[in-house]
């Protein structure tokens, strides 16, 4: 019942509650983003969701326009306290998450739900995907996950893929209510940000 009705309600009920946090944090943090390099306010990336289907997931633009995508040696996105592609106000709304606010919209379209496993990139046909990047398709991607509440970036793709698989599995409202708690510990901590690497390493 939970994973099938109550979840997706929840999500209705409080991305609609949380709407003018985004109007606001777009007023605030957009002109900021503009004024510093002159550009789109949103990032907007083809993200691959719920069943294999494919959408546009926002979040505010912390690095500056047309930056190189870097990756890590495991294919994840680079990210390091030193990265010249973010700009000022990116190393802000990044630390902080503010960056990902806008995907209060992606959870009200139903893209997103707020508990999930973080969605991934849609660079591959669903017929590549391996069994276990097709179990984690079997719920919403989410705002926060096992992965980023207790680990965020300091273990590899490989381990995260395991986790999402197991939370895709045994999905419930008291797991989803420890990934909250520990996500709201992991934010204001500012733990595990960054990966311990630097480009050119």
């Known amino acids: ?35 510093e390099d002159r550009g789109t306010i949103f990032y907007r990336a083809k993200r691959r969701g719920y069943k294999g289907k494919v959408f546009e997931m926002l979040k505010f633009r912390s690095m500056t326009m047309n930056a190189p995508d870097i990756r890590n040696e495991d294919n994840s996105t680079f990210n390091s306290p030193d990265d010249p592609r973010v700009t ?65 970036n300091s273990i590899d793709v490989k381990t995260k893929l395991k986790y999402d698989a197991e939370y895709a599995k045994k999905v419930s409202l008291r797991m989803d209510l420890i990934i909250f708690l520990k996500t709201i510990d992991t934010v204001l901590r500012r733990k595990n940000i960054y990966k311990n690497n630097r480009i050119g390493e």
């Open 1 to 35: 019942m939970y994973r099938k009705y109550i979840k997706r309600l929840l999500d209705i009920i409080f991305s609609l509650i949380l709407m003018p946090v985004v109007g606001i944090s777009i007023l605030i943090f957009g002109p900021l983003i503009y004024l």
């Open 88 to 152: 000022k106000i990116g190393k802000i709304i990044r630390k902080t998450s503010i960056d990902e606010i806008p995907q209060l919209i992606n959870i009200l379209k139903g893209d997103m739900s707020f508990i999930g496993p973080r969605p991934d990139t849609a660079d591959k046909q669903l017929k590549d995907l391996s069994k276990i990047q097709l179990q984690r398709l079997e719920v919403r991607p989410g705002l926060t996950g096992y992965s980023q509440a207790f680990f965020r």
